[in-house]
T-cell receptor, first 116, second 112 residues
């Protein structure tokens, strides 16, 4: 069975603080993909990153960075110097390659509130 | 390039009514999906399609039906609406099974 757990339901920080959103996953697939999506208050889902299970290099994109650790089945997301515009619900998701259907298993989401 | 377009954006249904949620994409993606998002929860897969003429059930298919007669369109049919179907529905598409999915704006459905 596949499962994604985002244990942090809500996080509140003050602007300019760094914040890390945790994601732990379970899968029996040896090849899989991990994703992060952002859902701002307007409701749409915005793709942030896709990571192949064979690529454990950390990735940085501006103020965003992702730490993939296969040994602990985690794919954590860090926002550096948070801004009010980062306030949103963030979802971690998993897709196993064995079925090749692209079906996403989502975590429950972490609501991030960045206060000015 | 419109991406994934869903209509309507909002709808209120009475118990027992039926309706179709429309979804169309202009990216020539083979893979399409329907998810529902309940308050405080992640998205759950209702149905998916890997190409025109091919559909399959996801995690929560009961009470829904889909069809995929063209690459562009993937409508979701609700028969005999129930309060448990009150949710936000998202349609998505992807080029392949291992690429990122692009989502529509969502349809907020309330069944009363």
């Amino acid at each position: 069975a596949q499962k994604v757990t985002q244990a942090q339901t809500e996080i509140s920080v003050v602007e300019k603080e760094d914040v890390t959103l945790d994601c732990v996953y379970e899968t029996r697939d040896t090849t899989y993909y991990l994703f992060w999506y952002k859902q701002p208050p307007s409701g749409e889902l915005v793709f942030l990153i896709r990571r192949n299970s064979f690529d454990e290099q950390n990735e940085i994109s501006g103020r965003y960075s992702w730490n993939f650790q296969k040994s602990t089945s985690s794919f954590n997301f860090t926002i550096t110097a948070s801004q009010v515009v980062d306030s949103a619900v963030y979802f971690c998701a998993l897709s196993g390659v064995s079925s090749n259907t692209g079906k996403l298993i989502f975590g429950q989401g972490t609501t991030l509130q960045v206060k000015p | 390039n419109a991406g994934v377009t869903q209509t309507p954006k909002f709808r209120i249904l009475k118990i027992g009514q039926s309706m179709t949620l429309q979804c169309t994409q202009d990216m020539n993606h083979n893979y399409m999906y329907w998810y529902r998002q309940d308050p405080g929860m992640g998205l759950k897969l209702i149905y998916y399609s890997v190409g025109a003429g091919i559909t399959d059930k996801g995690e929560v298919p009961n009470g829904y039906n889909v069809s995929r007669s063209t690459t562009e369109d993937f409508p979701l049919r609700l028969e005999l609406a129930a309060p448990s179907q009150t949710s936000v529905y998202f349609c998505a598409s992807s080029v392949e099974g291992d690429t990122e999915a692009f989502f529509g704006q969502g349809t907020r459905l309330t069944v009363v």
